[in-house]
């Protein structure tokens, strides 16, 4: 069900649920900055309470509350009144973004909530990334079993916009169809851009790009599908350009100074074309 149906009903209901959305996106916003963290700092993800990251000291309800704790102690821990790092309550903005917007344009349905998850596992993935440059598969394979799952439930809305590839959303094509252009999304666009970088790499004499990038790209490509997916990779290139240019002292500083984290960028990317994909792509073959 869209918004605007709901909207028909009482204009009280549409707030409704984006506020539940979100502050689900917030909750959730959490957990993953939290699971991130971890996984980079090698801790169990499922064992041990949350802790500051300074003085090791368990944290209560209080201290875990999505952005408020985080205003409210203005930004530092309640035991050892250390520098807490803005990238929590920014990665909980974030998410709460990501879902408010997923469910204002593609409403209440099985297809929003896997884009949500799929949002989820570009987060957790984008922070590992920002700090180890590394994208662990288990993210990558986690958005690859939403989209498989996500058809099981195909035919419970066929008016719900662009589950599967953008191309659903312009042609609203069958399950086949759908299906297809996913899987031409995710190995065509990655395989093109696997063998572009195999040349680069081998004219330059290092790696250019990594593998869990063109992993990510693969991933991606299921939901966005072939034109949807090309769209996406636009796009990146030109955050990752910006991104490059606002960390380049940042890079500097590392130990390797050409390391370069290219997975915040394709999960903004995403986020940009699952939202105005469709009408960028329908406007562009309008041109002819």
Known sequence: MQLSELAVLSPVWPVFFLVVAGVLGACLGSFINCLAWRLVHGESVWKGRSHCAVCDHPLNALDLVPVLSWLFLRGRCRYCNEKIAPRYMVAELVCAAYFISIVAVYGLTIHALALCVLGCVLLGLSLVDLESYTIPNGFILSGIVVWVASFAFYDVDLSTIGLGSLMWALTGSSLLAVLTDGL????????????????????????????????????????????????????????????????????QNAEDPRAFPFGPSLALATWFTLLFGPTLITLYFGLF
């Open 184 to 251: 031409l999304g995710a190995f065509v666009v990655a395989g093109c851009l696997l063998a572009i970088a195999l040349v680069f790499d081998r004219v330059v004499g290092r790696q250019s790009l990594g593998g869990g990038d063109v992993k990510l790209v693969f991933m991606v490509g299921l939901y966005l599908g072939l034109v949807g997916n090309v769209l996406n990779l636009m796009v990146a290139c030109v955050i990752g350009i910006v991104f490059a240019v606002l960390t380049q002292r940042r890079r």
